[in-house]
């Protein structure tokens, strides 16, 4: 069956230290991936998209890796603060070309000051 | 600008009742998504629009669930005869085109007694 698979259990670092999210998914072949970021009772908002023929993209303290062979996404977060403690949640088109976003269920991230 | 607006932001319906959703994409955006998040899950997607054509409706429950936008704007999810299994958060989102970021609402928060 196709799925799309983070991390249920939430993550939680110190902060200044880096954290690490995963995005894994089967028996797809996405033209691109997608990560959001959720607040409790807030609609998702968009963090970064990375294409399938680029392997990592950055934005200020974010950075996301693509690995087609793999199947997986990585999003880092350098430095992280008790802000950045949400919900994070991967986003990709599952049917090759539909480009219609199917969204994980996400990984909670807790940074204790 | 503006974002994404929806209303009712909470909704409570008895079993049976017909509910009405209204999302208020981005002006100017073409694509519009409508998304079912239960509780401790990702978003599921019901339906997309590309102006007022409804494209995809595979992921709609149900007969019961019916979504439209006439003019090319604002859309409305409806539900009929609600059931408790319709208790969620439902997400509209927009974006300019396909495989490009979604804009999404807060949400409407449904819940069916």
């Known amino acids: 069956s196709q799925k799309i698979e983070q991390n249920s259990e939430a993550l939680n670092i110190q902060e200044g230290k880096t954290a690490t999210l995963t995005c894994n998914y089967t028996?797809?072949?996405?033209?691109?991936l997608q990560w959001y970021r959720q607040d409790p009772g807030r609609g998702p908002v968009f963090l970064l998209l990375?294409?399938?023929?680029?392997k990592e993209k950055r934005k200020e303290r974010l950075k996301v890796t693509f690995d087609t062979t793999l199947k997986q996404s990585l999003f880092h977060i350098t430095a992280s603060q008790p802000a950045d403690s949400a919900t994070y949640l991967c986003?990709?088109?599952?049917?090759?070309?539909?480009?219609?976003?199917?969204f994980g269920r996400g990984t909670s991230l807790i940074v204790h000051p | 600008g503006a974002g994404v607006s929806q209303s009712p932001r909470y909704k409570v319906a008895k079993r049976g009742q017909d509910v009405a959703l209204r999302c208020d994409p981005i002006?100017?955006?073409?694509?519009l998504f409508w998304y079912q998040q239960a509780l401790g899950q990702g978003p599921e997607f019901l339906t997309y629009?590309?102006?007022?054509?409804?494209?995809?409706k595979s992921g709609l429950p149900s007969d019961r669930f019916f979504a439209e936008r006439p003019e090319g704007s604002v859309s409305t999810l409806k539900i009929q005869r609600t059931q408790q299994e319709d208790s969620a958060v439902y997400l509209c989102?927009?974006?300019?085109?396909?495989?490009?970021?979604?804009?999404f609402g807060n949400g409407t928060r449904l819940t069916v007694t």
């Open positions: 989102a927009s974006s300019l085109g396909l495989d490009s970021p979604l804009h």
């Open positions: 028996n797809y072949s996405p033209a691109y």
């Open positions: 990375i294409r399938e023929n680029e």
């Open positions: 986003a990709l088109d599952i049917a090759g070309g539909s480009y219609i976003p199917t």
């Open positions: 002006s100017g955006h073409v694509s």
């Open positions: 629009f590309q102006n007022e054509a409804q494209l995809d």
